[in-house]
Nanobody, 119 residues
Framework: QVQLVESGGGLVQPGGSLRLSCAAS????????MAWYRQAPGKQRELVAV???????NYADSVKGRFAISRDNAENTMNLQMNSLKPEDTTVYYC?????????????WGQGTQVTVSS
């Protein structure tokens, strides 16, 4: 059974930093696209950052220059370094990955990790 598990969320003051991690486990053959999303209550899920298997990245305009996505293909992990955090970054963050594995190929999601930016 393939699973994605996020970690690293928490409470931080405005201007501070957090590092989110996502670890994929199970019967995995290939991980293609990996991404971080966030969703505030009552709002649509928003793509924050995406990285493909070759390391090409893309970011939402709201986080460009502040967040950095990375991955370790050997370890099946992905990170999101978040700097200069703002109160509007407060929400639940989810990792997502397109995985070729067993018992199914497809898009997988983690359970989410809360990020709160507040003084």
């Amino acid at each position: 059974q393939v699973q994605l598990v996020e970690s690293g969320g928490g409470l931080v003051q405005p201007g501070g930093s957090l590092r989110l991690s996502c670890a994929a486990s199970g019967s995995i053959f290939v991980i293609n696209r990996m991404a971080w999303y966030r969703q505030a209550p009552g709002k649509q899920r928003e793509l924050v950052a995406v990285i493909d298997s070759s390391g090409i990245t893309n970011y939402a305009d709201s986080v460009k220059g502040r967040f950095a996505i990375s991955r370790d293909n050997a370890e099946n992990t992905m990170n999101l370094q978040m700097n200069s955090l703002k109160p509007e970054d407060t929400t639940v963050y989810y990792c997502s990955a397109d995985i070729t594995g067993w018992p199914r190929n497809g898009n997988y999601w983690g359970q989410g990790t809360q990020v709160t930016v507040s003084s």
